[in-house]
């Protein structure tokens, strides 16, 4: 955001921007004809992963009874995420998917977080392929653990026929099929992809916004500056919505685990 601001400062591009400028710079070139595979969105998932690996690697390498700071936000972190989302959701079977669902929740927070970290200005998740993928892996999650619980046949049995009347099984089973095999990956991918691209383009209309102000009119500077503070306020506003989303993924996730679980419809 900061690149892109400075170029429209010194006048060197077109107000407002066009579709291409969604596409950000690729780091390095893969193939002919300039095909970029490893771009800023990919340097920061990588980074991501690096980040929790070595923090968590770090942090318990040499565990003690009175924790250190790291060890101390690592177990909170940890705790608060078995406690609070998997023991709560699922109940006791749930302790055995908190690593799964601190490592979601960790991972998903820090992506989020480099929405509002100087340079980065921008979250992996705001491209729909990140959460589609994250959504993926839940789905095929609660699936699995739902056919080693009741088997192939019992699962798809309980997931299909609600206990209705049979005359409206023919209306409910299409309904059901399509609500917990369609709905709920769609619905998990897009809620992340949309709340992070909507915050980052609100921050992206109000910085560009003032410079376009600025550039455009002396008389429209003091509105300029306006909309500069109106990007600090909004900033502070994404920070929640990036810890929201990180914590709704995490327990929409852990309520499909607990519904795959469950020995009732």
Known sequence: MFGQSNVLAQGEVNFPPSVEDFYLPSIAPWGAHN??????ITFMVWLAVGILILFFLLTYRKPQLVPTK??????????FVRNNIAVDMIGHQGVRFA???TTLF????LTN???IV????????????????????????FNWVGIKKHGFGGYFKR???????WYILPLLIPIEAFSTFLVRPFSLAVRLFANMFAGHMLLLVFT???????NANALLAPISVLSWVMTVALTFLEFLVIVLQAYVFTVLTASYVQGALAEEH
Not at 35 to 40: E, I, L, V
Not at 106 to 109: A, G
Not at 208 to 214: N, Q
């Open 106 to 109: 960790c991972f998903v927070l």
């Open 118 to 141: 100087p340079f980065f200005q921008i979250s992996p998740n705001s491209h729909i392929a990140f959460p589609a993928f994250l959504a993926a892996i839940s789905y095929v999650l």
């Open 70 to 79: 790291k060890q101390w936000l690592a177990e909170s972190i940890y705790g």
């Open 35 to 40: 095909n970029y595979w490893f771009t800023k």
């Open 113 to 115: 977080f480099f929405a």
């Open 208 to 214: 560009l916004g003032g410079f376009a102000m600025l």
């Open 159 to 165: 997931a299909l026929i609600p206990p209705a009347p």
């Open 99 to 101: 690593p799964y669902f």
